[in-house]
Nanobody
Framework: VQLQASGGGLVQAGGSLRLSCAFS????????VGWYRRPPGKQREMVVT???????NYANSVKGRFTISRDSAKNVAYLQMNTLKPEDTAVYLC?????????WGQGTLVTVSS
C-alpha cells in the first residue's frame, strides 16, 4: 500500500484546511486509516483514526474541530481541519492499517500563524 498526502500549507489562526491522502496498491487489505502529526521538536501523536465500520477516535485536542472521512470508491481519506490554532502546526501524516502492517505517507506541513 502506498499513500500520498497533500493539502498542507500556511493558514491564519481560525482558518481551515483540508488534507487529502490518496491510497494505492492493495487497498482492499486496509481495515483502518488514520492521521497523525509531528509538531516541531515533539513526538508523533495520533490525531484521528477511522475503521472500516466507521468508528472514529479523535485526540481530545482536535475534537469538534477536525473531521476525518474516507471515500473508498476513490481510495482517498480526508482530514477537514477547522478553527485551526497555532498549536496545530505540524507535519501531518496519513496512515493505513492492514493485516500485513502499517503504512505511512510522506507527510504534509501545516503551519498556523497567530
Amino acid at each position: 500500500v502506498q499513500l500520498q498526502a497533500s493539502g498542507g500549507g500556511l493558514v491564519q489562526a481560525g482558518g481551515s484546511l483540508r488534507l487529502s491522502c490518496a491510497f494505492s496498491g492493495n487497498t482492499n487489505s486496509i481495515y483502518a486509516v488514520g492521521w497523525y502529526r509531528r509538531p516541531p521538536g515533539k513526538q508523533r501523536e495520533m490525531v484521528v483514526t477511522l475503521n472500516r465500520e466507521g468508528a472514529t477516535n479523535y485526540a481530545n485536542s482536535v475534537k469538534g474541530r477536525f473531521t476525518i472521512s474516507r471515500d473508498s470508491a476513490k481510495n482517498v481519506a480526508y482530514l477537514q481541519m477547522n478553527t485551526l490554532k497555532p498549536e496545530d502546526t505540524a507535519v501531518y501524516l496519513c496512515s493505513a492499517f492492514s493485516a500485513a502492517g502499517t503504512y505511512w505517507g510522506q507527510g504534509t506541513l501545516v503551519t498556523v500563524s497567530s
